[in-house]
């Protein structure tokens, strides 16, 4: 075999192993996993020289669309839905402060031109999907907080994005301006929430109907949907990482066949992405360019994370039930990662005369970001009375038999209030034929049940079933759904599988 095939084989093996048992390391040190995905990076290029930024921006564009699906799939839409509002306002204003405030500050401190400037503001502008989703996920921060962050930093890409892409045409273009752009972004934006839903609600139906022989290849049309709904939105001239996303909110709260399996894969192979796209984003990087604008990088730092991003907060959250703690943990967690650093490739990319000095700030900046912030997070929580009890228990890790190409699957289902088995003992339920409940949680603990055991509000129920038996089973554990003759207004959020009030 070619020696440097062997070598390549060799690098990603070694790539792999090094990011996992990194994460471990991580947990340990308080730090987030991308800080040391990124050293580990920094280390191979004093062995390996490689400057390959086109490579590079695709392997980061194609994490980015698993890492927010994978966001998309796990984020509670019961729980993103009352905080929509103060995410988007954060995700397009709060972004478009935050550029402009720390564009100011690049423009003084690196020595670089007005629109220069402001590209380096909106490059680092919006707050990073990965950081978030992989910082927050193993904190227990207050749900509203938590859901409004990843709202944010999973919608806020499109804005940086359309700014840094605009600011590099006008650096290029002279005689273009900012105005003349304004309506691209709200079409870009509508294309991308419209596809998002429409692609989404596709996807399920496939994921539902189709009789596939090998149950893992569910996953692989899951993930696959993704990258296609990216790539559609984004040729037809939308946001194709909003699209994702919103895709990924309705897959993940969808009454999805193997769902297991998708939620599984997804989040090892988010992982994966993630430890691939920091220590390719680390290689790009020598040390000694990074000192070379150390203290810039430390001032503007300080500035974005103490002036441009609280400014920002509080005048977004003006209009929002946001107490002064609350604004403070908000402001706190304008966490920086992939995303600025990928952008960051785009000036490279297109020639832009100090794009070095940019890509190198940037790079300074999310390292920074991520020590600071990322490692205080936890701490700031507590300090603020921000916290809530762990859950350790994960539903959606309940282990399930490998059922095959079998004609069966194992079905998930929360017992409300109103649900006609409430009281019932499992005996005096009357279960459509090769029916049998598994397992239940009930509150964070798992139930191994027999006739005798009575269902109570709040448990969730795994029910092994016919595939074909789903509706009667939903029908008996759940109850019919209500049929209005004339309804006079259907409630818009209920396209992502949420409730009607």
Not at 83 to 107: D, M
């Amino acid at each position: 075999m070619d020696t440097s095939v062997t070598s390549f084989v060799l690098l990603f093996a070694l790539m792999l192993i090094v990011g996992v048992f990194t994460t471990k390391f991580s947990a340990r040190l308080g730090l987030p996993s991308l800080v040391l995905f990124l050293f580990v990076g920094m280390i191979l290029n004093e062995f390996i020289y490689f400057e390959n930024v086109k490579l590079t921006q695709l392997i980061g564009v194609m994490a980015l669309i698993i890492i927010l699906f994978e966001g998309g799939s796990q984020t509670k839409w019961n729980n993103m839905r009352p905080v929509l509002a103060p995410a988007g306002v954060l995700a397009t204003a709060g972004v478009l402060i935050t550029s402009v405030i720390t564009g100011y500050a690049a423009y003084y401190i690196l020595d670089l031109t007005m629109l220069e400037g402001m590209l380096f503001g909106a490059i680092v502008g919006s707050t990073d999907a990965a950081a978030v989703f992989a910082v927050m996920g193993s904190k227990n921060i207050n749900k509203r907080l938590t859901a409004t962050l990843e709202a944010e930093s999973g919608s806020n890409d499109p804005m940086a994005v359309f700014l840094t892409v605009v600011f590099i045409e006008m650096i290029q273009v002279p005689d273009s301006t900012i105005w003349s752009a304004v309506g691209s972004f709200f079409v870009q934006m509508g294309f991308g929430l419209i596809l998002g839903l429409l692609l989404g609600r596709l996807s399920v139906l496939l994921i539902n109907k189709i009789a596939l022989d090998v149950s893992g290849m569910y996953p692989l049309l899951a993930l696959g949907s993704a990258v296609l709904t990216f790539g559609v939105t984004d040729y037809l001239g939308g946001s194709g990482f909003l699209a994702v996303y919103v895709m990924g909110v309705l897959v993940g709260n969808s009454d999805l066949m193997h769902k297991f399996s998708i939620v599984r894969f997804n989040e090892g192979f988010a992982w994966m992405m993630q430890i691939i796209m920091f220590i390719f984003l680390g290689m790009l990087v020598f040390p000694s360019d990074l000192i070379k604008v150390g203290w810039q990088g430390i001032l503007l730092s300080i500035i974005l994370m103490f002036v441009a991003r609280p400014i920002a907060t509080v005048i977004c959250m003006v209009f929002f039930k946001h107490n002064a703690k609350e604004q403070i943990f908000l402001s706190w967690t304008g966490l920086k990662g992939a995303v600025p650093i990928v952008l960051a490739t785009y000036p490279i990319i297109a020639d832009v005369e100090n794009a070095y000095v940019i890509f190198n700030a940037v790079f300074f900046v999310v390292l920074i970001s991520a020590l600071v912030q990322g490692s205080t997070l936890s701490a700031l929580a507590s300090k603020l009375g921000l916290t809530e009890e762990g859950n350790d228990f994960d539903p959606s890790s309940f282990e399930m038999i490998p059922l095959g190409n079998t004609n069966s699957e194992i079905i998930k289902l929360p017992i409300g209030k109103m649900a006609p088995v409430v009281h019932s003992t499992l005996i005096d339920i009357t279960l459509p034929s090769d029916t049998l409940v598994v397992g239940i949680v009930r509150e964070e603990e798992l139930i191994t049940p027999s006739g005798a055991t009575s269902i109570e509000a709040g448990d969730t129920l795994f029910v092994l079933s016919e595939k074909e038996q789903r509706p009667q089973v939903r029908e008996v554990f759940l109850g019919k759904k209500e049929k209005k003759e004339m309804p006079k207004k259907k409630k818009w959020w209920k396209i992502f599988g949420g409730k009607n009030d």
